[in-house]
């Protein structure tokens, strides 16, 4: 930070001051040496595309900063801002189609919910989410998971009953 001296008193930059701001303030904490391949990046691939009219790809830019292309495609996804998977990306009518409609695995499915189920999870019981296994992964009704954990059905209506409870709880 620069110091200037006005009437004999020290008196800092607020440039200075902006900077700290920006980069304390961030959402996620990026170091410096990304942050800097980053903006280097951002501003040859600015000034290329200014000189050429088209969007140049990241192995020219990586090339031209001497950096590795992997490396300069991580620090550019690294300054972009976070978005919720629950962002609205196209609205028509009040109809809304949100990222995580557009994020799916090779199955069609949405890993995200997987990874949603597996921390809900860790809200349960160990016997909660036995009988969530039980009933939901091996398809066993609750009287064949009562006879297996030698208790009654109604106790484990009541325990799954308690065990989707938190499930509902912490994923919505």
């Known amino acids: 930070m620069l110091i200037l001296f006005h009437n004999g008193i020290r008196v800092p930059m607020i440039v200075g001051e902006i900077r ?32 050429t009219g088209t969007e140049p790809d990241i ?19 690294a300054i972009s801002d976070p978005v ?3 962002e609205p ?15 799916a ?10 990874i949603a189920l597996r921390e ?19 398809g066993k009704t609750q009287t064949e998971a009562a006879a297996e954990l030698g208790v009654s059905q109604a106790q484990i209506s009541r325990m799954e009953k308690s065990a989707l409870l938190k499930l509902k709880k912490y994923m919505t």
Do not use: M, N, Q
């Not at 695995?105 to 997987?114: I, Q, T, V």
């Open 20 to 51: 700290r701001y920006l980069r304390e303030s961030c959402v996620l904490k990026v170091g410096r040496s990304t942050k800097d391949i980053a903006y280097r990046a951002l501003t040859v691939r600015d000034e290329l595309a200014k000189s």
């Open 59 to 77: 192995k020219t830019v990586a090339d031209l900063i001497d950096c590795d292309p992997k490396r300069v495609a991580d620090a550019l996804d």
């Open 84 to 86: 919720s998977l629950y």
């Open 89 to 103: 990306v196209f609205s028509r009518d009040g109809d809304e189609l949100y990222l995580s409609d557009r994020i």
């Open 105 to 114: 695995d090779e199955d069609g499915g949405a890993w995200f919910e997987l």
């Open 120 to 138: 809900a999870l860790k809200h349960c019981t160990e016997r909660e989410a036995k009988i969530l296994r039980i009933r939901y992964y091996r």
